[in-house]
């Protein structure tokens, strides 16, 4: 993640006003680069995009439906970009279940769209899909999932985002590599992080129940994750961008960017830290019917090789910043500084076991 790459760069974000997509524009601005948005309004209220005023951060932005495809081209003509990362998306498994075709019709044609209003535009170089480490068929095995195992998805979300990398793939083989456009897809876990509202995430429900003095109900406390602060596999998303720009066809392809392997945890033991910041947290656990698997992480061997990418916080500072902000937020503190200040300790922590600072 050079900030010498990034100054001065016109970059559009899809998805800006989601938690991902927030965190990203602040960190991509601190980075000197001009952002440029395209996405619904906020789905939360409160949401991280209001509450740190990153609409003030954003050289101009558009509130439109990912699926409304000539208000997009008209979008991406006007920002005329070097760079697009694709974040819109309907992210939430549970709510795949209720609204299956939505997720599909947002996650797959959503991705269709994107790429089409790309292969339309004259000035972009790269393109980064972020999609999930939920887009592979899961077998519930114990070894880390690397990059060519086969996409599936037994939920209609991770369904939809396994169809969304097979969309990558052949936009990029059909016209996008002849065009000169670099295009790979990014694949995370289990974020967390200050600002996070959403519906059925365990720490935006953990803090919810926190705030209104309830006992948090939890699906599965045994389910392992590879949990990460946001800005991890934010800054990888954008050290696979500064190679697709730079170096272009050998960078385009499929990409996990996941925690250290001691980082996958089940879901008991990340509660657990969270209380020794909240001791007023109480749960109880109640099985669900509906399917999500039970162990899920990532081999991110290929991107601490070729990208020179690796996490900078362990697990533990990553709750205690998300925690921190939560209470600064409880506090009625800046938010905007306060993310601002949270960033600026992220590029200054070493890198991996300590190569460094960006």
Known sequence: MNPEFW?????????????????LTMLLHSLGAEVYGYALPPATEPSLFEE???????AAHVLADIRDLPRLTAALDQARPDIVLHLAAQPLVRYSYREPVETFQVNVLGTVNLLEAVRRQSTVRAVVNVTTDKCYENREWLWP???????????PYSASKGCAELVTAAYRASFLAQAGVHLASARAGNVIGGGDWAEDRLIPDALRALDR????????????RPWQHVLEPLSGYLALAEHLFEHGESFAEGWNFGPREQDAKPVAWLLGELAKCFPALNWRSEPSDLHEAHFLSLDSSKARQRLDWQPRWRLRIAIEKTAAWHQAWRNGEDMAEFSAGQIRDYRQAPHGDGLGAI
């Open 7 to 23: 100054r001065g760069k016109r970059v559009f974000v899809t998805g800006h006003t989601g938690f991902k997509g927030a965190w």
């Open 52 to 58: 740190a005023g990153v609409e003030s951060l954003l």
């Open 145 to 155: 999932y690397r990059e060519n195992e086969a996409m599936g998805g037994r939920d």
């Open 213 to 224: 003095g309830e006992e948090l109900v939890i699906r599965a406390p045994n389910a392992t």
